[in-house]
């Protein structure tokens, strides 16, 4: 199969999936809507959305070009908001740690626990998968939710250890590692100083708190604070999410279908888009959210089969594409993108210049200068849960198992209460599902 055919076959093949993929993904999008409608900033883009998709569908020419470029912008948007929550929700796990553990200082009894009896379990569940990824995430996990108990000096060696893996590796894939790392510590800032601004607040109110010394009614109006705001940016994340998938979809369609080709699913489900399209927006103005209804649901039958097929078809071209080490067409290369599940991967070209020992030393020393400005005038309460969520992101640091048995048998025993060693060993059997 020559490169000029391996394209075509795969142009129609990711115009097939996007066409099956927006009925299905538009279809669930407008339904959730029925029952949760949009209100505020979510109705506005919610009009925004559904008016360049139209555009899209509808027009030819230039006017096509504008409205998917507006939507490519609005994608950017939508992006950067969810950037902005996802570092809040970063900022939240912190305070949400403290909160868990404090929970236990109210309880009237708590059982006894044997230091080396819980730390023989939880190594026999950590190594009992064959799976180096399981047992590496276990581990990961295990640090997280056990009181730490090392120096700043330690703490630092260590993320500076994980830094240097990237040393000759891609440039992109060592900043990304390097946001990771300031997100978890609740220190990466993203999105306008005025968005989301009582969230913002909230979450400064709740890192300020003092956790040492709390009474049950502070905590009770800590919880309901930080359960308030949790579950608002759930929502709000939930909907961009769905959204941005519906508009991963038309931006692929459009970008392959500029040659006017009608595929077979086009011809299937333009009607039942329209009509849900249609749907959404008089539901805005009006303000009734009517079902799509049953008849329309029909088309959904002839995508029987046809759906699997088309993604095996898609993977197999793309296999081809890649062992033939054929020079992508940059349509091509946003479409796998689009119609990948990285809902919000960049369509931009990854900096893949090699990481030079230079650069890394100085974005090492930036990363490490962020986390101790970030833990100026903190608690040690606090101290210890930014350094465990932080260590969560690192490469696994033990060498074997006796050095795995060490650590947790030093941090159980550094517990000063029962309150404490119950609350962390409750919480990491919850996290493994036990």
């Not at 609005?74 to 929970?103: C, F, Q």
């Not at 009608?262 to 008089?282: F, K, M």
Request: with cysteine; net charge negative; proline share 2%.
């Amino acid at each position: 199969m020559n490169n000029t055919t391996l394209s075509s076959r795969l142009s129609g093949t990711y115009q097939e999936l996007a066409w099956m993929n927006l009925a299905a993904e538009l279809y669930n999008f407008y339904e959730a809507r029925c029952a949760l409608p949009p209100e505020g900033e979510a109705a506005e883009i919610f009009r925004k959305a559904f008016c360049l998709v139209k555009a899209i569908l509808s027009a030819d020419g230039e006017d096509k070009q504008q409205a998917l470029a507006a939507l490519s912008e609005l994608r950017n948007d939508i992006t950067g908001k969810v950037a902005a929550l996802s570092a809040l929700t970063d900022r939240l796990m912190i305070p949400e740690y403290l909160l868990n553990r404090l929970e236990y200082t109210f309880k009237a009894e708590l059982p006894a626990r044997d230091d080396e009896q819980e730390a023989r379990k939880l190594l026999q569940f950590i190594f009992n998968s064959d799976d180096n990824i399981t047992v590496n995430q276990r581990i990961r996990d295990m640090v997280m939710q056990l009181p730490v108990r090392m120096t700043k000096q330690r703490f630092f060696d260590l993320i500076r250890q994980g830094m240097a893996v990237y040393e000759d590796g891609e440039t992109a894939t060592m900043e990304e590692f390097a946001e990771r790392i300031l997100g978890s510590a609740g220190l990466l800032a993203r999105g306008q100083a005025a968005e989301y601004a009582q969230w913002r607040q909230a979450a400064d109110e709740l890192s300020a708190l003092e956790f040492a010394d709390m009474s049950k009614e502070q905590w009770d109006d800590a919880e309901r604070k930080l359960v308030n705001v949790e579950d608002g940016m759930e929502i709000l994340v939930g909907f961009l999410c769905e959204l941005q998938q519906v508009i991963n979809y038309v931006i692929c369609i459009g970008m392959l279908a500029e040659d006017g080709t009608v595929v077979e699913a086009e011809e299937q489900y333009r009607p039942l888009i329209t009509a849900i399209l249609d749907l959404g927006l008089a539901a805005l103005e009006d303000g009734q959210w009517i079902p799509v209804p049953e008849a329309e649901l029909q088309a959904f039958i002839w995508m029987e089969g046809r759906l699997e097929r088309a993604s095996a078809d898609a993977a197999r071209l793309e296999g081809i594409s890649d062992e033939k080490g054929a020079e992508e067409l940059d349509t091509l290369r946003q479409a796998r993108l689009l119609m990948s599940t990285s809902v919000f991967a960049a369509l931009s070209e990854r900096n893949t210049q090699p990481v030079t020992g230079e650069y890394l030393n100085k974005r090492t020393d930036e990363v490490l200068t962020a986390l101790q400005a970030g833990m100026e005038g903190k608690s040690r309460k606090y101290l210890r849960a930014m350094m465990a969520a932080v260590l969560k992101e690192l490469p696994v640091f033990f060498n074997n198992h006796t050095e795995v048995m060490n650590y947790v048998l030093a941090s159980l025993s550094g517990c000063r209460d029962l309150a404490e060693k119950n609350a962390c060993l409750d919480l990491l059997w919850a996290v493994y599902g036990q």
